[in-house]
């Protein structure tokens, strides 16, 4: 039987011990990719080391995302690991509107980036922002105006 561990130091460097080391995917051109999800909006993304340029379906992202929160929000997976201006973002979004686009956007590229530097996945995690968001447009059911909303009554 294996021995008894005495203290909870003793059990932490079984565990360190135990842990695998992962790691990073990445192609021939040193990138890494991922797939992110948000409403109904997909986005590719690929993350490779450089200056920080950030490209949305072949344009600057300042001029794809133009309001300043959708630009903050696609930032937050580097500036929650301390990364910033140290990759170049290169996505392709399609369908949904622009707010779940950046949410796809920002989804990806913390993926891309645990594939990329496996260390930061415990920050991006605590973050959030590995979680993929599930939450979708109701479907409208039949005999209803709207998904819930029902027809005007009138007694008269």
């Not at 130091?9 to 990073?24: F, G, H, N, Y």
Request: charged letters at 30%; glycine letters at 8%.
């Amino acid at each position: 039987m294996a021995e008894e561990k005495q203290s909870l130091a003793d059990l932490k460097t079984v565990i360190a011990v135990a842990a695998p080391q992962v790691e990073p995917k990445r192609d021939k051109q040193g990138r890494s990719y991922a797939t992110g999800k948000r409403k109904n909006a997909v986005a590719r993304v690929w993350v490779k080391p450089g200056k920080g340029k950030i490209t949305v379906n072949d344009r600057t992202f300042e001029h794809y995302f133009v309001r300043p929160v959708l630009r903050m929000m696609i930032n937050q997976p580097f500036t929650a690991t301390n990364r910033l201006n140290e990759f170049d973002v290169v996505c392709t979004v399609s369908g949904g509107g622009l707010s779940g686009q950046a949410g796809a956007v920002r989804h990806g590229i913390s993926k891309a980036l645990t594939y990329y530097e496996p260390t930061l996945r415990p920050a991006l995690k605590a973050g959030g922002f590995l979680t993929r968001d599930a939450r979708v447009v109701e479907r409208k059911k039949y005999g209803r105006k709207k998904a819930r909303r029902s027809f005007q009554f009138s007694k008269r």
